[in-house]
């Protein structure tokens, strides 16, 4: 069974990503790391992952790092970065290591 993982350090940020998958009848399992050590351990897990929402900034790495690592693990995986920082080489940096796309979280105008 295909899994879902969410990489995010913020418990506000997180809820409202699960919150999201649920209003879109999302079925499958949803897996959630804090850190980028416990996302790759996730990965090593769960082969099976077959999307993600990752965080830029987690703790004890980068988000493209784990996109990198999922990747390389599923190359089918589809991959969103979603970060409250609307950086352009952080989201270059993302789209290299293998997203399809970015979501700025941040309320900014």
């Known amino acids: 069974m295909p ?3 969410i990489a995010d350090d913020s418990p506000h ?3 409202m990503l699960r919150d ?3 209003i879109a009848q999302w079925k499958d399992p949803i897996l959630f790391a804090k850190t980028s050590e ?3 351990r996730i990965i090593d897990e769960h082969p099976d992952i077959s999307h993600a929402f ?3 900034y987690i703790p004890s790495g980068n988000g493209p790092a784990i996109i990198a690592y999922l990747k390389d693990k599923n190359p089918a995986a589809s991959i969103v970065l979603v970060s409250s920082s609307d950086n352009g080489e952080n989201q270059e940096r993302a789209m290299e290591a293998g997203a399809e796309a970015c979501i700025c979280t941040s309320d900014r105008s």
């Open 54 to 56: 990752v965080d830029y």
């Open 13 to 15: 940020k997180t809820a």
């Open 38 to 40: 416990e996302a790759m």
């Open 3 to 5: 899994h879902f993982l």
């Open 20 to 22: 999201l998958l649920a």
